[in-house]
């Protein structure tokens, strides 16, 4: 992704009161200092910031967060645990759950294995991740401008409601977003002290550079996309755009891009080849369902557009119109063409979702802390020569008013019932109270065995897609029909000491539930307002009256 760059590259110019450009903070040829303790000192804030985020987030938001990465853990570790149908097919790779896999076998050598420890921990892990993320934007944007872009960027990053609500989650995009940013930064450090024309000179991009930069974003993007495979999209743009400007092409390909593809291909294939106990080539499978049979449409489609007027404007939120601003008037179209790449290609695929574009959040957030920057240069007093609240001040405080009460919303408040209940049984199966558990609620809405950390009988809705077409799963049936779906399938319910189900559904079969013997016993709040389906306001807990 290379192109000469503006003069004035090296620094957002200050925005005068018509909101027009002025002239480079600094001259052209002149290069930012490189501070290695300011990085450290950014390490340290964004370790803190991540830790704690990671202790706030207590909501559900997506199942692949618990189903496709600390349930397939928690088996590899305990020995017990639900695959789903995906893993049956050898859709998935186990690279990414292994590491959560380790944490559970530490945890349990210092038998930590308690309740809160098993369901905060893989957080906290993910957190650690996350920081780096934000360390790695901090000097990408401080490489492609200088310093104090990279600050704004930073505070772009950890206000944005997005970042916060999503990065310490252990799903796959998460992990993906951090490699993303990491790569990123060891190839524009590769490529621009090769061409020598970069804002910094020769003798600091030398400093700034490992012997192998090139190699180690290619071996960070191998392992993205050994992670999640659809991370190709974002590589396979950021190579071919720059590999037109690569002097020895036959060297870049065959030395470099083929040898450590295959190593890390090979590595993670003979990986899951173990894992399975059978020969799979995951990345072939996961692109023959996702994008050859659109399997991924069984979940549901969005209009082709939606990424761009829905699903990224609502994760960017209120920073949209400032990143907007800052692709204008920096014209680094290497980085903003990415963005709208990734969104393009991935708006052709019908089954659309937030966090697929999560890795690009960070590029965009990039671009707003341009914008800020260049306010920042801009001192205004009014007529009588008083300084007034700066546009930047109004600006920060606009940002924050309107990401973080959202973010601690949405983090703490909204959908967190079915982490709350099962945080709850797995306490109450840690005394010795439950027996088994039934979910009569659409499949995979709660988490699982990875928080109840007790080998017990349990059992929810199955949704597996079908070959047939037009086959309702039992999801689907139990919500058309709640009670004759229970008489039919389950009959007598005391062979479970628990029950678990939205209040949506609670007053469907709650008749059948007091003929079984069965008493509430603990109701959480779980969302203020619908999503997709009727309103889930509270998840409510039945037990038989014998194991009270």
Known sequence: MSHRRRPHAAGPPPISEEGGGGTPPQPPGKAPRIRPWAERRVL????AFRAANALLVRTYFNPDEHWQCLEVAHRIAFGYGHLTWEWKRGLRSYLHPLIFAALYKLLAFLHLDTPWFMAMAPRLLQSV?????????????????????????????LVNWFMFFCITRTLSNSLETVLTLAGLYYWFIAIESSKGI???????????????????????AALACAIRPTS??????????????????????FLEVIPIGAIVLAATTFLDWWMYGSRVIVPLNFLKFNLFSSGGDYYGTHVFHWYFTQGFP????????????????????????LVAWVLGVYSILGHKEFRFVLPVLPLALMFSGYFLAAMSQFKGKNLHGKRDFSRLQLSVIFLIITNVPMALYMSLFHQRGTEDVMFYLSKEAHNGRVKGVLFLMPC?????YS???????MRFLDCTPSDNKGTLDESDRFLMNPLDFVGEVFGNLSSFSHIVLFESEERHVIQLLLHDSFQEVRRFFHSHFKIDRDLQSSVVVYSRRDVL
């Open 314 to 337: 609502s994760m960017i939120w209120t920073f949209l119109p400032l990143s907007v601003y800052g692709v204008i008037k920096s014209r680094e179209w290497r980085i903003s063409g």
């Open 198 to 220: 970069s804002v910094i000179s020769k003798q600091q991009a030398a400093s700034y550079q490992s012997p192998h930069s090139r190699k180690v974003a290619l071996l960070i």
């Open 129 to 157: 991740f996350a920081a780096f993320g934000d360390l790695y934007l901090y000097k990408l944007s401080k490489l492609i401008f200088n310093e104090h872009v990279a600050q704004w960027t930073l505070f772009s990053q």
């Open 44 to 47: 340290a804030l964004a370790l």
């Open 444 to 448: 995979h809405s709660t988490p699982y």
């Open 451 to 457: 928080t109840l950390h007790s080998n017990l009988p």
């Open 232 to 253: 190709a999209i974002t590589w396979l743009y950021v190579g071919l755009l720059d590999f037109i400007y690569i002097k020895s092409k036959c060297r870049f390909l």
